[in-house]
């Protein structure tokens, strides 16, 4: 071989091996700037407003539609002090307004909408600024998340993709990639001496959605009725692993027209339902009248005929007890027991339309309502989104506590306010030791605004530096109960958006994001981080 083939050859060898490793390196580098997993109002806004930033955005959705429970049955929205709700989560709730031909948000009633109409108005959102939506994507329940030196490389799906990015938001209400990726997180009550908190732990006795009047735990057999824990009550105070009670919040129907009659559904036992029996049986004596749908429903009008039907009284659509294992459960088990909480709903509606032990004017009150048949055409007309309160809550960079609730209400990172209730639903139904039947863990303590730190929403830096978790974000049980509401989901989603933005802008850890930076973004577009903020301000 001449010299001059040798050169040849060298070079050829050369700019081969410079052109495979721009090919490797091409193929290895993330072309998503964020990956958004799941499609929760949070993750939508999440999305949204990284988009509006110049992003390229992927949103990975589980099931079949956007929204989470905004979409899937909660359309009373839980506003508090509505005035605080600004930027984003307002644009959307002004779109909803105007479909219905109003104008401003200035009143509670004007934030109501019908799920298929705030299905389309998130759609179009992501539509218009050009974000990637795959549904029917969910994580791998094991080795579902790569992660390289504190920071997460790619999320694989059940289907065997890899969706590699740069920065990741874990937006689901069961925390999955959060908890794949390393993250310290937790689940159930605090004690009231873990953070100081008056409100934590177990309750001895609360007034509301409780049974007025010494109701027996058992039957005549001396067997306690179905839906009663058999342990006794812990100490007062005493921390625990049960998270409050989940629920389909039901959207029904007066329309003739638009109303289709409950029906019978599979696996139905009324039986199970002998409590309640019992309870209508004795609600006459008790009270003075007979028992009304406000008893066992708190029916909030929505637009044309309809109504959000959310739980109300010690016996509703709250499947109290049977949510504490699904943080940690199974994917197999999730779906379980979000089937076992349909079946729950079902039955209930279809005992109280149609048991001969439930008095007639109640039965005739309960069927004046159904499912509608313009609303989750493709699940029966059944909500399709199980009401998970709480699940899985990360233990992050920064935990809020009742005292950021109450005391401490200022946050120098604020990123957007709370201001609904501590609220808690009810966690367990147990017989007291005088043999009468108790619900427990049912808080409603009013707070004043609140500012909500984006420390609370990025993991300890020394865990993991490119992930955001806005839903599943780190606070106690009782801080959470307040927190948790799908305003806060999305103002906390605009927030996570613009700061995947500015890590990626500024080539650094989500957690070292100059929040004075942040700030000035979010209100550019109008949110509102201190209660002196006005709606529609933006910042000079």
């Known amino acids: 071989m001449t010299l001059k083939s040798r050169w040849k050859r060298a070079l050829t060898f050369f700019f081969g091996f410079i052109i495979a490793a721009l090919y490797l390196s091409a193929q290895q580098a993330p072309s998503t700037d964020l990956l958004v997993y799941g499609g929760t109002a949070g993750g939508v806004i999440t999305a949204y407003s990284a988009a509006r930033q110049g992003l390229h955005v992927v949103l990975l959705e589980p099931g079949a539609h956007l929204g989470g429970m905004v979409t899937g049955g909660l359309s009373a929205t839980d506003l508090g002090y509505f005035q605080i709700i600004g930027g984003y989560a307002r644009e959307f709730y002004s779109q909803a307004a105007a479909h219905y031909g109003v104008k401003d948000l200035d009143h509670a009633t004007n934030w109501l909408s019908e799920p298929h109409v705030d299905e389309a108005i998130f759609n179009a959102m992501l539509r218009r600024v050009g974000v990637t939506v795959v549904l029917h994507r969910r994580i791998r329940e094991h080795g579902g998340v790569t992660v390289d030196k504190q920071h997460v490389t790619a999320l694989i799906t059940e289907h065997g993709e890899a969706w590699p990015a740069t920065i990741f938001a874990d937006c689901s209400y069961e925390g999955d990639?959060?908890?794949?990726?390393?993250?310290?997180?937790?689940?159930?009550?605090?004690?009231?001496?873990?953070?100081?908190?008056?409100?934590?732990?177990?309750?001895?006795?609360?007034?509301?959605?409780?049974?007025?009047?010494?109701?027996?735990?058992?039957?005549?057999?001396?067997?306690?009725?179905?839906?009663?824990?058999?342990?006794?009550?812990?100490?007062?105070g005493s921390g625990d692993k049960k998270v409050q009670a989940y629920n389909f919040r039901l959207i029904l129907t007066s329309d003739p027209v638009n109303r289709i009659s409950f029906p019978r559904p599979e696996g139905y036992d009324p039986a199970r339902f002998a409590l309640l029996a019992r309870y209508l049986a004795e609600f006459s004596e008790h009270r003075g009248r007979?028992?009304?749908?406000?008893?066992?429903?708190?029916?909030?009008?929505?637009?044309?005929?309809?109504?959000?039907?959310?739980?109300?009284?010690?016996?509703?659509?709250?499947?109290?007890?049977?949510?504490?294992?699904?943080?940690?459960?199974?994917?197999?088990?999730?779906?379980?027991?979000?089937?076992?909480?349909?079946?729950?709903?079902?039955?209930?509606?279809?005992?109280?339309?149609?048991?001969?032990?439930?008095?007639?004017?109640?039965?005739?009150?309960?069927?004046?309502?159904?499912?509608?048949?313009?609303?989750?055409?493709?699940?029966g007309h059944w909500p399709r989104q199980l009401y998970i309160r709480e699940a899985r809550r990360m233990l992050g960079a920064y935990v809020i506590r009742q005292a950021d609730l109450q005391s401490e209400r200022t946050k120098p990172d604020s990123i957007g306010m709370g201001s609904y209730n501590s609220d808690s639903h009810n966690i367990q139904r147990v017989a007291m030791p005088d043999g009468a039947v108790q619900n427990e863990g049912d808080v409603q303590v009013p707070v004043q605004p609140y500012e909500i730190p984006y420390r609370a929403i990025t993991p300890r830096i020394s865990e993991i530096t490119n992930l955001l978790v806005p839903v599943c974000l780190s606070a106690t049980h009782i801080a959470y109960s307040s927190v948790r509401m799908e305003p806060q989901y999305m103002i906390i989603g605009q927030a996570a958006g613009v700061a995947a933005a500015l890590a990626i802008r500024n080539r650094t850890a989500i957690q070292n994001i100059s929040v004075t930076e942040l700030q000035r973004e979010l209100k550019n577009e109008r949110a509102i981080l201190h209660l002196q903020d006005k709606p529609g301000s933006k910042a000079p």
């Open 290 to 379: 007979t028992p009304q749908l406000r008893d066992f429903f708190n029916p909030v009008p929505i637009p044309n005929r309809k109504a959000d039907f959310n739980n109300n009284g010690p016996i509703s659509t709250d499947y109290i007890g049977h949510s504490w294992s699904y943080p940690e459960a199974s994917f197999a088990e999730k779906s379980s027991i979000c089937q076992e909480h349909l079946l729950y709903t079902q039955s209930l509606v279809y005992f109280l339309s149609n048991d001969e032990s439930v008095p007639e004017t109640l039965r005739a009150e309960m069927n004046q309502w159904g499912l509608p048949k313009d609303e989750f055409e493709d699940t």
């Open 177 to 236: 990639l959060m908890a794949q990726a390393g993250v310290h997180y937790t689940w159930g009550r605090e004690s009231r001496q873990e953070y100081g908190e008056s409100l934590a732990g177990v309750w001895p006795h609360t007034p509301a959605h409780q049974f007025g009047w010494p109701l027996s735990a058992y039957n005549q057999q001396h067997a306690l009725y179905p839906e009663i824990d058999p342990r006794p009550l812990a100490p007062a």
